[in-house]
């Protein structure tokens, strides 16, 4: 009975082997295919985040470029419209010279209808003028140079309204 308590525990011992071997095998299979598994998730993450990415590169990209266009057009619309306030200045300041010197003397029409010599004002009317017959007062140089200056105000106020309309129309995408 001893041979084959032996016997038999030779041959569970072998059984045992065989099981915890194939328990390793199975085990090492498992963690195998787990790890192609989980490779493969990995790289699957890794790709949609690099896909992220560029995207998020791409559209930082694209409003860098509207950026860059819009400093552009900001810096040519400045340029336009420094060139036009001093063209007007220059205007202005050529209008007040030729005031100054009496090259130029501003004048305002009369209402026809007012009685003759009312206020002691002569009508004045020259061979090269161009509204005949109609009585005219001169305006004295002084009076003449702050209307040219306010006129020259109310211009630049002008161009300037029209740059920042030109910006807002700019800026908020209208035509």
Sequence with gaps: MKIDAVKWGGVLLIILALMVGSAWGAWTWQASAYGQQLAAKEATHQTALTDLANASASLVLAEQGKRFALEQWLAASDQAH??????????????????????????????????????????????????????????????????????????????????????????????
Excluded: F
Aim: hydrophobic share 35%; net charge positive.
């Design 82 to 175: 420094y060139r036009a306030l001093n063209d007007e200045k220059t205007k202005q300041a050529r209008l007040r010279d030729r005031l100054a010197t009496a090259d130029l003397r501003l004048s305002i029409q009369l209402d026809a209808t007012a009685a003759p010599g009312c206020g002691g004002v002569q009508a004045t009317t020259s061979a090269g003028s161009v509204v005949y017959g109609a009585r005219r007062a001169q305006l004295d140089p002084a009076h003449a140079q702050r209307i040219i200056g306010i006129t020259g105000d109310g211009d630049r106020g002008l161009i300037a309204l029209q740059a920042c309309q030109a910006y807002a129309k700019k800026v908020s995408g209208t035509k």
